[in-house]
T-cell receptor
Framework: GENVEQHPSTLSVQEGDSAVIKCTYS??????FPWYKQELGKRPQLIID?????GEKKDQRIAVTLNKTAKHFSLHITETQPEDSAVYFC??????????FGAGTILRVKS | DTAVSQTPKYLVTQMGNDKSIKCEQNLGHDTMYWYKQDSKKFLKIMFSYNNKELIINETVPNRFSPKSPDKAHLNLHINSLELGDSAVYFCASQGIVNTEAFFGQGTRLTVV
């Protein structure tokens, strides 16, 4: 079955710096890779996603890159702000009603 | 209008009891999930349903029994609760394949 590994588990950055979170997946049939943000005590919410026919996608300060050959994908946040502090989850799906999440990254943005 | 709603939000109960968590979505989605989030924040998939049919059971103890009376509802019944069942349980729904999954607000279950 699908397995998703996520690194680092915690990440501290200074306000204004960039943050990068990396994930690898095991099932080469996976074709959908969303990223979720979970603020303290809240539900996970989608921030960006990418499909396997695309190598990169950007939305304002966040971007995601996908390397299908290496089976890894990354989240990039530029110009970090204190409100970016949260837990970030990557996920992978091969479309079979199974969305598998990574272990999460606690991002702290220090002002 | 809440897209995915769960009840209750908090549940405190004693070991050995049986409890249920309800989930409803008004998005018209065919797929619904239950996830367990433990104290380390890991979101572990438990069950996946598509149009009322069980698709995935991720080796969850049979004390956990999901029930989907219709495609808008997916309830979770837990028998003989154990301390290790303490966690936040999230329901989620998803529309067509490879699109956004929407989460409920979570149910924090505490077994004492």
């Amino acid at each position: 079955g699908e397995n998703v590994e996520q690194h680092p588990s915690t990440l501290s950055v200074q306000e204004g710096d960039s943050a990068v979170i990396k994930c690898t997946y095991s099932d080469s049939a996976s074709n959908y890779f969303p990223w979720y943000k979970q603020e303290l005590g809240k539900r996970p919410q989608l921030i960006i996603d990418i499909r396997s026919n695309v190598g990169e996608k950007k939305d304002q300060r966040i971007a995601v890159t996908l390397n299908k050959t290496a089976k890894h994908f990354s989240l990039h946040i530029t110009e970090t702000q204190p409100e970016d502090s949260a837990v970030y989850f990557c996920a992978a799906s091969m479309g079979g009603n199974k969305l598998v999440f990574g272990a999460g990254t606690i991002l702290r943005v220090k002002s | 209008d809440t897209a995915v709603s769960q009840t209750p939000k908090y549940l405190v109960t004693q070991m050995g009891n049986d409890k249920s968590i309800k989930c409803e979505q008004n998005l018209g989605h065919d797929t619904m999930y239950w996830y367990k989030q433990d104290s380390k924040k890991f979101l572990k998939i438990m069950f996946s349903y598509n149009n009322k049919e069980l698709i995935i059971n991720e080796t969850v103890p049979n004390r956990f029994s999901p029930k989907s009376p219709d495609k808008a509802h997916l309830n979770l019944h837990i028998n003989s609760l154990e301390l290790g069942d303490s966690a936040v349980y999230f329901c989620a729904s998803q529309g067509i394949v490879n699109t956004e999954a929407f989460f409920g607000q979570g149910t924090r279950l505490t077994v004492v």
